[in-house]
């Protein structure tokens, strides 16, 4: 079973379904996936910090058993957690969100496997995710591409966070997470949950740009990132352009080659919304492979 972690609120929805699209439909393999979504109830701080809903999880399962019926989808309120680790920290208002902390407690969810793929929601596998996932990290706490940016402005091996594989049962015996959460509740770093982390690691092993290229879209790239990035024209500007914006990203990018993927999340989304506007639950649309 390949085991990939989600985490956020009810504003990943679409980010998540065009990802698991993407690695489900570019993967031979047609064993399970079990995808774990981690989410809590911040709305303390802002109003949309609001838990990923039962009707999108439900859905979202129903699309993930379209595939393979023995795969799952394991929504996980880590709220508790959180406030206990992180409530009032100097990085709960980080650049992102608090969401991109909560990767920072997964060491003590119970039952979470050993070998795990954290991913961001905005990105799209181009490739099989074996030639990811199947990395050898024995003896490593994860491994990681380098940050398109942070290479040459921090520091050559500055790695990304959006795509990590996780070697969990060598992170508790590391204390690295453990670590981490302790310098995010001491200090406020530039980028949180990513700094955490990297000031933490003890070993990692460092994969090729084409696990995380965060600008282009190669012929060998295996995952997308579409993270924000520079634009030098018709001026240097930063834009911030997501995979589920369908006519601004096939405009700016001419990308074809997601086309498939995407037009699945597009017909899928259509029945979501039609099954929640009639809020029956005898209304539910049986999911078949688009």
């Keep these: 079973m390949v085991n990939i972690l989600f985490c956020g609120n009810g504003k990943v929805f679409d980010g998540m379904l065009t990802s698991a699209l ?3 439909k570019r993967t031979d393999s047609r064993e399970p996936f079990c995808f774990y979504v981690f989410t ?29 019926p023995d795969s799952c989808v394991k929504k996980i309120d880590v709220t508790s957690l959180y406030r206990a680790e992180f409530d009032r920290c100097p990085n709960e ?26 991913l961001d929601v905005d990105l799209m596998f181009n490739r099989d995710v074996h030639l990811l996932y199947d990395t050898d990290i024995e003896g490593y706490e994860y491994a990681a591409a ?3 940016y942070g290479k040459v402005w921090i520091h050559p091996n500055y790695i990304n966070a959006g795509v990590l594989l996780f070697n969990l049962a060598e992170m508790r015996k590391t204390g ?8 995010i509740r001491a200090r406020k770093l530039v980028f949180a949950d990513q700094s955490a982390i990297i000031r933490s690691t003890t070993r990692r092993k460092m994969l090729s740009q084409r696990f995380n290229d965060q600008k282009y879209l190669y012929r060998k790239t295996v995952v997308r990132h579409f993270s924000k990035r520079l634009f030098w024209l018709p001026y240097p500007h930063t834009d911030n352009i997501k995979q589920w914006q369908l ?7 001419h990308y074809d080659e997601f086309d498939d993927v995407l037009r699945e999340y597009a017909a899928l989304k259509k029945i979501f919304e039609g099954e929640n506007e009639s809020n029956g639950e005898g209304n ?7």
């Design 22 to 24: 993407s690695i489900l």
């Design 40 to 68: 809590m109830d911040v709305s303390h701080l802002k109003d949309a910090y609001v838990p990923i809903g039962d009707a999108e999880i439900d859905f979202f399962e129903r699309v993930i058993k379209a595939y393979n």
């Design 93 to 118: 208002n980080a650049y992102c969100s608090p969401y991109t902390l909560l990767r920072l407690l997964t060491d003590l969810v119970p039952d979470m496997p050993d070998k795990l793929l954290y």
């Design 146 to 148: 380098r940050d398109h």
């Design 176 to 183: 690295l997470l453990a670590r981490a959460r302790e310098l």
């Design 247 to 253: 006519d601004r990203m096939r405009r700016v990018f």
């Design 284 to 290: 539910r649309i049986n999911i078949l492979r688009v």
